[in-house]
């Protein structure tokens, strides 16, 4: 299965790997909408990818910050 | 009444404030090249270059701005270059290489996360202390060296994943693997050293 198609596997709720990818992604590329609802199911369930999504985001400032700081 | 473009540039290269942009354009190119050797490099051609040019930087820009313009331009040269010397098969390789798998250790085999992620707080007020930097940069260091330089060109290169794949000659699937990879791995670095040590 090509690791780029995370939700294709038929669940319902996708596990915290698949989800991180696509949490990863989201930074990267458009979610379609069946990713988009992919992280719907899971995030509300699930603190630890509620925090990695907050930390992928913090990553992104901080490479930026990085390069502004005196 | 406005400076006169020659008289901007002439006080952009007064000796003190190339000094200060050195120091800056060394910051940029060592994050990304990871080599001080030839990330000087870079940085004598950027300044070289930018002398040379000079009268075409019209003040549209502050004129760092305008030198780490020059700059990506410089590190993009020096990545197509490595890229040529540095097989791609092997970024290939080590994307389905289990043995340096980030991933594969973040999480146990039942897809959840070994240790969940915790939460970091107001994480940007770490942006004020000299030491989380180090611990940043260390962090960097420490990353799979190939999602290390991937994650550079999209964030802070801030390139489009598009125009990764084409300089590095690697599929778009790559890409976001490599990036997951980082992205997992600068995570934990962060948290072990600096958030929740």
């Known amino acids: ?70 | 009444m406005a400076k006169s473009e020659d008289q901007a540039v002439a006080e952009a290269f007064e000796p003190t404030r190339v000094e200060e942009h050195r120091a800056y354009l060394m910051r940029y190119a060592m994050l990304r090249l990871r080599d001080a050797t030839a990330a000087e490099d870079a940085v004598q051609e950027t300044l070289l270059a930018a002398l040379q040019t000079g009268t075409r930087f019209a003040g549209r820009s502050s004129v760092r701005t305008w030198l780490t313009g020059i700059l990506k331009h410089k590190i993009v040269d020096y990545v197509r270059r490595q890229s040529r010397e540095q097989p791609l098969e092997r970024l290939d390789d080590e994307v389905g290489d289990a043995a340096s798998d980030v991933a594969g250790a973040a999480f146990a085999p039942d897809g959840h996360w070994h240790d969940f992620p915790a939460d970091w707080g107001a994480p940007d007020a770490s942006f004020e202390s000299a030491q989380f930097w180090k611990v940043f940069e260390a962090c960097v260091q420490v990353m799979p060296a190939r999602a290390a330089r991937v994650f550079v060109m999209r964030e802070v290169l801030e390139l489009a994943t598009e125009d990764i794949c084409k300089e590095l000659g690697i599929t778009a699937t790559n890409c976001w693997v490599l990036l997951h990879r980082a992205r997992l791995s600068l995570r934990e670095c962060l948290e072990i050293k600096w958030f929740t040590p």
């Open chain 1, 1 to 70: 299965m090509p690791r780029n198609q995370v939700v294709h596997t038929v669940k319902l709720i996708p596990s915290c790997r698949e989800t991180s990818e696509l949490i990863s992604q989201a930074q990267d590329r458009a979610l379609t909408l069946r990713e988009k609802l992919a992280l719907y199911v899971h995030l509300p369930l699930c603190k630890g990818c509620r925090n990695f999504r907050e930390q992928v985001a913090f990553m992104r400032r901080a490479a930026r910050a990085y390069l502004d700081r005196e």
